[in-house]
């Protein structure tokens, strides 16, 4: 992946795609969320396990995670960044499935959220908090 320049005033997580990396995104989101007054983290730090876990298992090379305030309304923003190919979607319903269920809670959880692909490669989801 070729190197990513991030704006200095955006808090950003460089990750190593490791089983570590959803908790340290959790506490890198909880953390931020303190500084900036808000109590209530919960969906916050499941958004951004999810937003990551995806790009584990299924992106490549190092995970980005920024957060940021959006500046029309003040609402956290959560991004997630990695190197592979392909844009994540919400697969259907499967009863009998034992993992695919997490951008369905990301959709469920945030205000709004979204991915696009990246033109150094790779692809970006976010979610509204």
Known sequence: MPPTVV???????????????????????AGWFREWGIADDSDARV??????????????GPIIVRVLRDKRDGRPVIE???????????KPEDDSATSG???????????DWGTRPLLEGGKLTWAKC
Request: avoid cysteine.
């Open 7 to 29: 704006a200095p005033e955006v808090p950003t997580l460089v990750l190593e795609p490791t089983e570590r990396a959803p908790s340290l995104a959790r506490r890198f989101v």
């Open 47 to 60: 958004v951004v396990s999810e937003l990551v876990t995806n790009s584990l298992v299924h992106g490549e």
């Open 80 to 90: 997630a960044w990695d190197g592979g190919p392909g844009l994540p979607e919400i």
């Open 101 to 111: 269920r997490g951008l369905l809670m990301v959709s469920q959880l945030a205000l």
